[in-house]
């Protein structure tokens, strides 16, 4: 069997990116999900899910992998999100390999990524690398609170645009704007329209979606794949 690595995910991302087409992933935290109930929660996710998502900031240990499986039968590919490197199973099909690029914790920056570097290199998860941008969702965010970092004010387009660019050139692969889950401000259009402009990576956008409307605004605005993860948790 073929050992190498694939890339399909990031490819199709890319090809996506290209034709216009636009892409939804839900995001599924294992520690707010019941893998039992996982048929009917797959039931109540939009018919233009393109990808689920799985991962937490704060996620027991092995409840990731069980949450994984219990996804599989969606036939949707399936991406780690992962809050930690304790989050890491070879039972999902890709990885979004997350760099905090709007903080200044060291832990978050390569802390992480060093304590995942060996497990990946034997496993034949696909590796995204990503960077991750949290920007002030008018709350506190998990991530803030667990990373210890700031999220960057949404008034400030140009310093958002700055650290995309520098993601970019550190050699981002794709980038993602969040406003943390459960914002009650979802990354504004004025934003998303100014870092489309400024890079070429796949853009990825989540936090506080909650509404088509929001999604049509986002989609319009250059947003490649929105994430969304509240709207559908806890419906059971
Ligand atoms: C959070 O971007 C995701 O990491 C999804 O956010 O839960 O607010 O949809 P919501």
Redesign the pocket.
Known sequence: MDTQKSSSIYSSLVQSKAEGKKLLAI?V?PDKFQPQHATDFLKTIPDQTTHL?V???EVPQGATELTVKSLKPSGLPIVL?PGSHTQLTEAADGLLFLSLYSGDNPEYLIGQQRKAARYLKESRLEVIPTAYLLID?GNQ???ARVTQTQALPQDNIEDIVDVALAAQYCGARCL?L??????LV?VSAAIIQAVRKAINLPL???????SSAQMQAAYAAGADML???????NQD
Do not use: C, N
């Not at 990825?204 to 909650?210: A, D, S």
């Open positions: 995001l935290d998502f991962g937490g900031s999100f969702g965010s998990a991530v993602y969040e406003a943390g889950s459960g914002a979802p990825i956008v989540g936090g506080g979606i909650r994430v969304m993860g509240t709207a559908f948790e």
